[in-house]
Each structure stands twice: as C-alpha cells, then as structure tokens.
C-alpha cells in the first residue's frame, strides 16, 4: 500500500503515520516526490486495513500497489529517480558513460585507460577487482590490490569509481573504494548479498541475470530498496537465447517497458550483451535511442591482450569515435552528454 | 567456391566459366561488383577441384568459402546490395520506411492510413492481405480483395506494396499485386515457398522465424537467392525467449552481425518484435542507431479497433513524430530519409 | 460452445442440432463419447446465445469452452482418442513404436531396416521422401521413389507407413502411399498445409515446432480437426533452448500437460530430441514412463553412414535391446508394447 | 592433466609426485580407481610440460585433458562416483529417494512428513530452512529453527537430511545439522559459496541454474572438487525456456548427457520441474528411466497449505502410490530401491 501526503503535509504528520506503520510491525518508506510526499509500506504480509490510518492528517490518498514490486514501481513514485554525484548524475537528462576494461590487470592499464576515457567525455571508470568466473582457474581479479588501483585512478582523474561486489565478505571493502557497487549478473538473486546492499551507503548498480524477466530485475531491486537503499540504477546486459553467434541476446525492448513501469535509471552494457568490439558501438547508439539513461562500455588499452572478455573490449580510438556519435544521438533523444 | 574474375574479364570468358560450371553438374551465379565480377558456384555437394578451371582465362582467384551459407554472404559480394525502385531504395543511404497497418481491414481503412504515412514521408505501404493466425477461428484476411485495396491505395499515393504470401499456392497473386513481398516468420523454413519466391520478379522481405538464429536467415534466404532472385530484404522481428512482458525479444544485436556477415539489407519490425505500442517509436530509433538499413511500422487510424494486433499499433499523430525524430537520427549515422 | 447431448439422444435430434448450426453460419463437430455424444461448435467469432437451442429436445448442457482451442480440448471430449489400424492402434492400452530411418536413401536401407524393425516388434515404418532441409545444398529426398519404396516395404513387411508431406502440392502423393501423413515440425504453422491436412483421409503426426509453446500446437492440431480430420497424434520431439551439447531439449514434461488438456495421443521423438544416439534408449524408456502414446525413434543400418542425421540414429542391435526394455517399462505403467 | 599411475604404484611414489605438483605451484588431486590411481593437477594457466615428470617412478601415462572441466569429467576419472551414507548410497546401484515438503513449516509439518515418506521407502528428507525468495516480501524460511526440526526429524526417523545453505554466512549452521548440504539453483554461480562449499566435510547436492549450460554446471561442480570436496551430486531440476504453462522446462535429456560426461551422480527434481503436482510422479518415473542416480520429490501433508510451492507438491497417498511404482522402473534399468 501506499499512502499519498497532501501537498502541504508537515515532516510531523509524515513521523506519526511512519509510527504507525512501525506498530503495526510494517516498515515504512518515505518517498519525496516533486509535488508530495509518498509514504511506501513493505513487510505487510498481505493488503492492510485502511482504518488504521483514518484519524491521522495530512493524508491525501492510498492507493493500493497491483504490482508484486512496490518501491521500484512508477504507481509508488511517478517521477524518475535520478542519483546525483558531485560532477555528475543518473537518470536526468544527463546520459551517463560509464567505460574501462573488464579487469582492472595492472596499474599501467588502468590509470592509462582512466585518462583516456576521461579525455573522450566519460564521468565513470569502471574495472573488476573481484571477478566472478565460470572456471575456478580462470584469473580471479587483483582483488585489494585492484581496488586501490582504481582509487588512484579516480585521484587522478577525477572519475566516479563502479567496481563489483562479488560476495558479502567483501562488500565492505568494495563500499569503501567505490562510488557505485556493482552486483553483477549471476549475483542478481545472491538474495543476502542485496540485503546488505540495500544497507551499503553507496548507490548500487544491479545487472539483469541472464535469465531473468524483467519483474524478477525489479524484484531483486527491491531487495534492495527494501532495505532503504533507494539509490539504484538497473542494468541491462544480455539475456541468454538460443542464438550461437552472439554472446547474448541485448533486450533493448525491455529497456524501454522498464521506463515504462519503474521511476530507477536503467542503462545499457552493450559489451556483455552481445560479445563482439564492432557491435559494441552501434548497439551503444541503439540503447540511448531507445531511452537508457546510460552505457557501460568496456575499453581496453589492447582489447586483444585483455585477460578477461578481450574480443568484446574496444580500443581507445573507437570510444573516442563513438563519444561523438552518442552526444549527437543524445541531443536527438532530448538528453545531454557533457 | 567463388571464382573472382580480373577487373578487365571480358563477357565471354565469364560465360565460358559458366558454362564449364553447368557442365560439371552445378550452379553458376554471376555477381557483380565494384570492381570486378564474381561467379559463386552452387549445387557443388562437396569442394570442387581447381584444375578444372586452371586453363580458362580471366581469373583472378579461386576462393574458397568457409560458411554454411554462400550467395549471401559478404565472402562473396563484399559490397551492400541495394534494391532499387523507381523513387526509393533498400540497402544505400536512403532509410527505407514502410508503414501501414497489420492487416487491410476496408477500403476506407488502407486508404486513409496509406494518405498519412504517405504524407509523414514514408515510401512503402505494409498491409497483410493473407494472414496467417495461430487460430482457425481469427480473421484471415481480405484475400484477394485486400490486394486490389492495396493496388488502389499505390494508385492514390505512390507508395510501393509489401504484402505477405502465405503460401505457394496464393504467391502469384501477391506477386501480381506487391513491389516487395513478404515471407512472414512463420514461413522462414517454408522451403517451397522459398523456392518459388526465389523465381519471382519482385524482391523478398524475408522475417526471421521467432526460433531462428541467424545462421538459419542466412541460409533460408539462400533458398530464394539460389533460385536466381538475389532481391532479398532480411527482417528482424524478434525472437521468442522466456521473457513475458515483451510479445517477443527484439534481437538488434543480429543487425549489426547481419551487416558484418551478409550484404543483404536488413530491416528492423520492431511493431512485433516487442508488441507494446508505447516501445515502438523509442525501438525505431534504436534501429536505425544499430545499423538497420529501415523499420517496417504498423500503424492504424485507430489502433484500439484493429482487427490483428492493435495493442502494438500506433496511430497517425505518433508516426508523424517518430518520423521526425528518425531523419535526425538517420543523419547522426550518415544515413537520410528523403 | 460444446452442446453435450443426453445419453439417448437420437440420431434424428443430434441432425437438427447441426442443421441449426450450420443455419448460424458454423460448424458443428459430432464427437461420439463412451456415454454420450457432444456436438462442438466453431466459426464463430465470440460466445452464442443458448437461446438459439432453447426448443431442441435431446440436449443435456451447453458448455461454454473456455480455452482458445475446443475441438482438441478434453473440455470437449473427455476420454482419450484411440486412433485404429487394422492391427494397430495409437492412444490406448497399446504403446505405438514407429522405427526407421530419417530419409529413405535406398531400396536395401529401407527393406533391410523394415525387416530389422519389425522383427523387434515396430508396427511403423518411418522414412522421409521428402527432406526439409536447412540448407538448399542438402539432400532432399527421393521424392516420389522414396514413397514406392516405402510401399514396397510395407507390401513385404506389414508395416505402416508414417511418412512427411513437405507441402501442399505433394501432400496428395504422399497421402496415398502413406498410412499416417507426417507434417514437420518447421511445418507446424504452415496453416496451409494444416488446413489439406484436416480434409485428408489419413491420420495425421503432428510434430511440435521447436519454438512452439503446447498451447499452439493444441491451435496447429486444432486446424486440422476444424476441417473434420479427427485422426491427429501429436509428436513432441525437443524445443530451442540455449543448451548447445544437445540438439534439441526433449520437453517431457510437455507429454504430461497434453495428456491433461487433450484427449488427442501423444508421441516422442528422442532422436531428434536429443540428437545424440547414445541418449535415444533412455529417453525413449523415459518417454514411456512419462505417458507418451508411442516412440519414434531413427534406426539406421549403418548409422554413420546415413545421409541424414547419422549421429541420433541407432543401429538393429541397439534397437533390439531397447525394444526388449520398452516392453517392461510397458508393463509397469499399465500399457502394452505387442 | 591427468597422470594415471600404474596399478602397482606405490603410496610414496604417488606421494613424490604429488610434492613435485605443489612444488610447481599447482594443486595435486589424488583420485582412487577401481585399478589404478590417478593423480589430477588443477591451478595450472596453460598445458604442464610432461618433463617435469620424466624421472619419477610408478606413472603409467600422462593425459591432456581436453574439456574446461577437469575433476568432474570422466575423462580423469571413468568410474562412478559412489556417494556412501551410513545406510544408504547414491550414484551406486541404489536409487536415491530425497522427499519432504518444500519449507520446514512447523514441528508437526515436518515430523509428520518425515515419518510418512520414511515409511514409504525413502531414505532422505528434504526441506528448507533458508529459503531464497525472488519477493523480499515471501516466507524465508524458520532459519535456526528449522534447522533443529529437521534434526529432530532425523532422530525419529533415521532420514539423512538435505537442505540448503543460502550463502557463505549460514552455510556453517547449515553443515552442523545437514548431512548433504543443498546449493540451490539461483545460487549455482555464487562461487564464493562454492568455494565454501567445496572446504566444507559433507556432501554437497548442487542444483542446475534454470539459465545454465551443462558445461557451465560441470565449471559450478568443479569449483567444489577443486577445493577438496569430491562429494558432489548434480541436481536437474529444470531450466528457463519460452514454454508458460510449466514452470520450468525439465531437461532429461541433460541427465544422459552428464552420465556419459562425468562420473558424478545425477538426481532429479521434477517438482521444482514441472511446478506441476499432478505431472510429477510420471516425471519421477521417467527421470529414473532416463538414468537419473535418485529423485526429490516435494511431499506436503496438505499441498494447498503449503506456505511454499503448494501446486507443485504432492500429498502422502501419492507419494506412497509412486514408490511403489518408482521401484518397479528401477528394476527394469538394473537398479534397486531398498
């Protein structure tokens, strides 16, 4: 359930009916909106009875959530949500880039690549320190030692920091370094690695699992949201189908339904979507075409040389080719890459 | 095997290798290029042995093909194919446009939508005459009467037809009728349908079959081309996956690996390939951004009243927009709707 | 609607009901049931008023039918339809195992095989005259040789013949040489070849396309009993999955919801399913366990040496043993293999 | 790589060789055959030159492994894995037979289950204490206190235990009481938890990711065995396809495929399956005619109570009906129910 605040609805009328909420032994989620304020209800095991809230103020309306999600719906909060940072933000008119390699491999690569990106319009570096791998013998990540290379990286450019939380053990040290957790695609339904997600201080990028629909994406941001983390931006990277010559299936269409029913920014990580350099820069213009807030863009100093995901990593003079090409795709769509 | 003539091959020495490949028992197919001519051979089970041609003159190289598919593909005519009609193309610089609605329903109905999208600046006219329904008991189409509306609307307005032949029994009707006839995606591995378009005189626009990957397009679109009709239009449509939100799964990622693999034009339904009217014109763009040579859109007078697939109609005001924004984005990728 | 009919009924009362019918512009079906007889209705474009009967004696219910197919629905016609040979039957105590190899390559393969088969207990014969092929550059039968030889083999054997038409043209030829017409699973909304395949006088196997959910074979099947051709068997053989070791995934789960929802027989193709002969013996006892009518399984005198699809085919010896394993299974779930 | 020793070989002689691995900076796994040993080597980036072996004594061959899985091929070791419980087996003769309801509800749920699928024949009782659910809004499970039931069940009845540790955190709690620790489905690329679960002292039942390969699921199980746990079961249990009306799609087809990759067993859950309660014992039955080494079967004292997956379980009379019928099908496939 939901319950609307009136316009004017003082930050006391809002405590009392959180308490209420608390009492009842629910949690309470307050969402500010453009005109008013919304007060979101989860833990609620099924529908709650109105009456309980007849004698309280300020309240406009509730409203009765049809969705199995709640927090992440657009029926809960109309307006988009956008995460600001400091130089830069998600889910405005701003489009956000987000590139570096795959693996952060060695302090050379990484801070080489962080200015390169830098220089080509990029706010975001991004880099695995800890790498989820099919194969136990496959390379793991520089762990710690890669963290703080991206910290370095991040000082001397002045790039936001999204690197991956692989497990519960070590999101606290992820938290520490990054200015965006990410939680990447097989993790999506890692439920107790959400749960301390949605308690992290950081806003959290969430991967789609490869074979996740769109309502079990939003239900595992609502893990998250859940727990009173509400910044979070959706991620779609490729679903797993029945073609062979692709990495995976890039589902922009749903992009375009996930503007459609949830207020959290969503974008685009062509390179794991479909696993091949010359398609990553066309299917880059194809997501903010079709609405993404951002793209996640894998660059490498030598795409042919990378320890991990090489054949889909572009080079440094592709990206600077395909920046231009998005900003003009940007102020098409009515956005702005600065 | 292709056999790549020089530059300067005169008439005969390509027609003496012609004649020395039907005497071996195959298919000689005589394609021509930028530069130079290339004779493709088919019906050959296995290689064939150089020696036999090792005394004709004209040659520049015997090369051998690696894939499964051979006439379409870009080891054998590494220049695009462009289809020319009288105003307009498929596969150049030009956009192709094709517009109108999933089914001709009346006179009044094909007429008015042919005078809008005419008038938005699309070139092409979609309308199905002959609908193949997952149930008996759905309407089927106008047949033959829904041809002659097609014919009168081109008379009105210019626009060229692409309408869909459901079966080798009624494709000389629709041949008569249509500039561009359409094999829906039900039929791709229709193969005796293939054939017989593959002896029409009108091009083809091929959909790729929901299940299909596009390793089968390729080679059900060498059934049309081994009969001599190299015409053949690709279209992607979307592809069935677990996801249930979405009608189906728009695969753009296949654009941009059909334009590496193949020189056939490829064009994007974006109508059904996700089903939702809202995510057509957001799509639309993504398709031109990833590479697409057009976008076949349906549109409606009144989309809540179609009698086959309103709910992924759009109606006249929107394709007006759509339009609009698409010349800006077919110039970000130096490509122009006239 | 479906008008079930009082156990003594007349023929006279059943005859004026249908008059009705067809006086509305429908189709009535007489479905004879063990008690008693139900008339279905199709044609028509939404529910008909009960009204329209209100004066016919002789009517015990009129049901509404709620899902989108009816005539193949158990909601119609709740016992399981028996499908009768001679010496045969498919869908009741007795499991149909239907033997042979992909294509018909040769008179000596095909007689050589029937023996082989037949002595292990087949009462089917399998053979393609007519090969749908992904590539136009394969083998595609010996075409109406094919057919003869088949006819020879059921001559000198006793066997029945089960074998593809390809299209409506040939669906005549193979009709009258075969004893059960096979329609493909890249055919199965071929709506063209459903609808000749529901006016011919042979039962007809069904094969699941493999992008197919049961609900749309149910509506394929339904095309076919909507022109009054009852006789359908229903053929799952493997769905497209992401799965790359196997060629198909085997849906036996599916066997269990026809059974369910129709009163239509069942049957399994493992080796298509699979693809990988050495899995054909236990998904074939699988199949039987899981309440599959019949098998149908590729056997091959020399199976790597098959012009098509060698690798899922197994030889006499394999067979033998599995046909002696089918028997038990047979037994434990109460149906016999004779 | 793999080094076979002789059949004499001495434990010193595999001891030498086993320091020579680690000396080299890999990690030596020790694997007992029917004749002989052999001596897998893990943790090596690239092939291992055979010179470093050529002067020790007692090695009889040394094999390159050719698939990206090393431990759980059978390549390395062509003897099944024999799993052995007290007083009971699995992937051995005997058919394992895992049943309980889907949560641990109540102290009486569970005793009540426990002791009717005990007397029913089964030898294992499932039931979960941690339960990963896709809303963060659903019943996770009694935690602790499930698991103490759980052990209370096992006291009465003399059931092993098999329940699932949802991440590395309570996979402790979960290995003091289990006798065979559950990696769940959504949890079978949470490396770190394999990791986990690979040091932990008791058997682990590994279930295949509804979006997983069955190579992707051997990689999952090898990251177990590469860390000293070779006690693995694989679990089928269905994967994600385009098919509505189940579930799942269960795949037995993958059954016989990791018989003829790996030596591990391989159990079935055709619940989870099918999400279907009336095609689950047919299922049962097939999935031990397909090979399957056991199956887990949701038992419910009252399948619509179940806070849980109450359509997919099945109540007492049913499971008591399908034992009976279960150990017949073993029979006939040369195993044995006890």
């Known amino acids: 359930m939901l ?6 609805a003082t930050t006391e009328e809002i405590e009392k009916i959180c308490e209420k909420i608390r009492e009842l032994g629910f949690t309470p989620h307050v969402i500010p909106g453009a005109q008013r304020v919304a ?15 007849a004698h309280f103020t300020g309240i406009a309306e509730m409203i009765p959530v049809s969705k199995p999600y709640k927090l ?51 706010k975001f570096l991004r880099g695995g320190a800890f790498k989820p791998r099919t194969s136990p013998y496959s390379f793991q990540g520089l762990k710690e ?45 890692n439920f107790s690695l959400l749960e301390a997600a949605g308690k992290a201080s950081k806003p959290v990028l969430l991967k789609r699992g490869m074979w996740a629909t769109i309502t079990e994406l939003f239900m595992a941001a609502e893990y998250i949201l859940s727990q009173g983390n509400y ?10 189908t029945f073609e062979t010559l692709t990495r995976n299936t890039l589902d922009l269409g749903a992009v375009t339904v996930i503007k459609q029913l949830s207020h959290l920014p969503v974008i685009v990580d062509p390179s794991h979507g479909i696993g091949i350099a010359a398609s990553v820069p066309p299917l880059a213009k194809a997501a903010i075409s079709a ?18 995901d090489g054949p889909q990593s572009i080079g ?9 090409e998005l900003k003009k795709i940007a102020r098409v769509v009515n956005r702005k890459i600065t």
């Open 3 to 8: 319950i609307s605040m009136k316009p004017n």
């Open 39 to 53: 007060i979101g209800i989860t833990g609620n095991p099924g529908p709650i009875d109105p009456q309980h809230f």
């Open 72 to 122: 992440v719906s657009r029926e809960v909060k109309p307006e988009d949500t956008v995460i600001h940072f400091e130089n830069a933000s998600i889910g405005g008119e701003e489009i956000a880039i987000i590139a570096g390699p795959c693996a952060v491999e060695s302090r050379e690569q990484i801070l080489e690549t962080a200015c390169a990106v830098k220089e080509a319009g990029a």
């Open 145 to 189: 030692e890669g963290l703080k290379l991206l910290a370095e990286a991040r000082e001397k450019t002045g790039l936001y920091i999204v690197t991956e939380a692989k497990d519960v053990q070590t999101l606290p040290m992820v938290e520490e370094y990054a200015d965006i957790i990410q939680i990447g695609a097989r993790n999506m339904q």
């Open 231 to 240: 910044k979070v931006i959706l991620c779609e990277r490729g679903i797993r």
């Open 291 to 308: 609405g993404a807030d951002g793209v996640m863009i894998e660059v490498h100093p030598q795409p042919s040389k990378a320890l991990s």
């Open 316 to 324: 440094f003079q592709s990206f600077f080719t395909l920046m231009k």
